[in-house]
C-alpha cells in the first residue's frame, strides 16, 4: 500500500469522498449529518489517499486548518473491500505526520455517534473527547475528539 497526496478535486478523490457520504448516509438515513461548511479544494490543506501496490484507491483523508495551530481531520474513508487491514490506521499516521511536517500542534476532529468502527481507531490513537466545537456543538449525532501532534 501506498499514500499519496492528489488534489482533493480529482475525479478519484471526488468518488471516495462520495462513498464516504453513502456510507454516513446508510447509517443515518437521507438528512445531512454535517453541519457548518463541507470541505473543498480551497479549504483543504492536503487530501491523502491510500493505494494498493495495483493502483487500486483503498483509502482517504484529508486536513482542514482550523486556525491556531489545529488541523481538523476530514473525510476519513476506509472502502469496505479493504476494512480490518489497516488502511485507516495508515491514513491516520500518515495524516498526521503531514500535519506534523506544517507545523500544526492538534489534530481535532468529529465524527457520528454511530460509527463504531472510527470510534475504535481514534481511541486507538489516543483521540480524547473534547467538547463540541463551531456548528458541531449543538449536534446530537456528533462525538469530537482531539490528540496533541
Known sequence: MRIAAEP???PEAVALCE??????RARYG?????PGVKPSA???????VARADDGT????????DLGGG?????????VPAARGRGVGRAVLAA??????????????????????EAHRL?????????????????SAISLCLERAL
Request: with cysteine.
Open 8 to 10: 482533493f478535486d480529482s
Open 19 to 24: 462513498a464516504q457520504q453513502a456510507d454516513v
Open 30 to 34: 437521507s438528512r445531512d449529518t454535517e
Open 42 to 48: 480551497a479549504d483543504v490543506t492536503v487530501f491523502l
Open 57 to 64: 484507491p483503498l483509502g482517504c483523508g484529508a486536513l482542514r
Open 70 to 78: 489545529v488541523a481538523e481531520l476530514k473525510r476519513m474513508y476506509t
Open 95 to 116: 495524516l498526521e505526520d503531514e500535519a506534523r511536517r506544517r507545523g500544526f500542534r492538534l489534530a481535532r476532529l468529529e465524527t457520528g455517534d454511530r460509527l463504531p
Open 122 to 138: 481514534y481511541a486507538r490513537a489516543g483521540y480524547q473527547p473534547i467538547p463540541c466545537w463551531g456548528a458541531y456543538a449543538g
